[in-house]
């Protein structure tokens, strides 16, 4: 089991401290000149790349830092987190997620979902069909037989509404139309980043809804803490806090059974080489997903508080990065289909495992197995889920 009761009330701290309008309340908030100029933060990102026009709204870059040497860049094409630069083992700074330094290498990418808010179901339903109060529902297959990450326009392909009330947190907001992807119902969600003073990165999720649908928000981050540009990640070292993970058929579908991970190449309870048991010759599931890709059953599920799903240190630079979120499963994939295509920010092609994601949701295919968590969102209720992806140096 990963402790983490004293680290999370220390992170809530300092999450609570960037928040805006607890610092306008007791007069700290930090001005603009204090902060560093975005170029000193990502040398490789210019604003001036970012400002465009996509379905007639216009693009931007915005960059969130503290006083601690970190510093995030997101784009409101897509929601997604561009760079997240942290310090090092020898307090170097280290851009720990891959991305790319023009807007329009994310619309013209190979690979749709690097950095990007993911919905408006993200991981995969089943045949792109499920059903509501006794109507079926049909939305667009993009994976084969099966809908992937909201379909054929998900999140990641729309602009949204920004608005940065300090230099450590951003706010974005999107319509999703009722119909849009074939999905139910007008939802309205607002996406709070917010980048705390002991470099943590939070990422809240809200959204309401005007007719029973089904939700479930996440980002699609891919993370090298070694850096950008830096080779495989199956050196890294990798812990997730789940005695079960959910198996899947040939096209990546959950086959609704809860199967331990104990004695299989999954069990990630201890912190083990994310390389150490991939060979896919001869275990069907990794065979399945060409390696990890697959959602993790987090011991620890209670909605309302953050708990630690998992751990990953960088071998060569010592970052270590701790997940928290609110909610029930993990999806860690291994970057299997990273194929060479893309060039990113630093100038390297987006080679195979290079980078790998950890993303917090409710398990794939929920509207068509009874037995997972429900995604079903009705109106007047609020859906509310929060996620941290936390950083420091290993010994210290």
């Known amino acids: 089991m990963i402790k983490a009761k004293i680290f999370i009330g220390a992170c809530l701290m300092a999450i609570m401290a960037c928040n805006p309008g607890v610092r306008e309340q007791e007069g700290e908030q930090e001005s603009v000149s204090d902060a560093v100029a975005p170029d000193a933060c990502v040398p490789s990102l210019e604003h001036k790349n970012f400002e465009d026009s996509i379905d007639g709204k216009p693009t931007a870059l915005y960059i969130l830092k503290n006083k601690a040497g970190a510093c995030?860049?997101?784009?409101?094409?897509?929601?997604?987190?561009?760079?997240l630069v942290v310090?090092?083992?020898?307090?170097?700074?280290?851009?720990?997620?891959?991305?790319?330094?023009?807007?329009?290498?994310?619309?013209?990418?190979?690979?749709p979902y690097f950095g990007a808010t993911i919905g408006r179901v993200g991981n995969r339903i089943a045949k792109g069909k499920f059903s509501l109060d006794g109507k079926t529902y049909t939305l667009f297959t993009n994976?084969?037989?099966?809908?992937?990450?909201?379909?054929?326009?998900?999140?990641q392909d729309v602009v949204w509404d920004a608005s940065q009330p300090n230099d450590s947190t951003l706010q974005l907001k999107y319509l999703s139309k009722d119909g849009e992807e074939g999905f139910p119902g007008n939802l309205d969600i607002t996406v709070l980043y917010t980048l705390a003073a002991n470099n943590a990165l939070k990422i809240d999720y809200h959204a309401t809804t005007d007719q029973k649908t089904v939700v479930n928000l996440t980002n699609h981050a891919f993370f090298n803490l070694n850096g950008e540009g830096s080779?495989?990640?199956?050196?890294?070292?990798?812990?997730?806090?789940?005695?079960?993970?959910?198996?899947?058929?040939a096209t990546l579908i959950p086959t609704g059974q809860l199967e331990p991970v104990e004695g299989t190449p999954f069990d990630f309870r201890q912190p083990t080489a994310i390389g150490k048991r991939i060979?896919?010759?001869?275990n069907l599931q990794l065979k399945n997903g060409r390696g990890y890709d697959h959602n993790f059953v987090l011991n620890e599920n209670d909605p309302t508080t953050l708990h630690e799903a998992a751990e990953a240190t960088g071998d060569k630079s010592g970052i270590v990065m701790k997940v928290y979120t609110t909610e029930p499963g993990l999806q860690f994939y291994g970057g299997n289909f990273m194929q060479g295509k893309n060039t990113f920010k630093s100038g390297v092609k987006d080679d195979f495992r290079t980078a790998f994601c950890l993303e917090t949701q409710h398990f794939p295919d929920a509207p068509n197995q009874k037995n997972f968590p429900s995604i079903v969102l009705e109106p007047g209720k609020v859906y509310k889920t929060s996620t941290v992806y936390a950083f420091s140096v290993s010994g210290k």
């Open 143 to 155: 994976n084969g037989p099966n809908t992937l990450h909201g379909g054929k326009k998900g999140y």
């Open 72 to 83: 995030a860049a997101v784009t409101n094409y897509g929601g997604r987190l561009v760079s």
């Open 279 to 282: 060979d896919t010759v001869n």
């Open 87 to 111: 310090p090092g083992k020898d307090g170097k700074p280290v851009d720990v997620v891959v991305g790319f330094k023009d807007v329009q290498d994310y619309v013209s990418s190979t690979e």
């Open 231 to 249: 080779g495989t990640i199956n050196d890294h070292l990798l812990q997730i806090n789940a005695d079960k993970y959910t198996p899947v058929d």
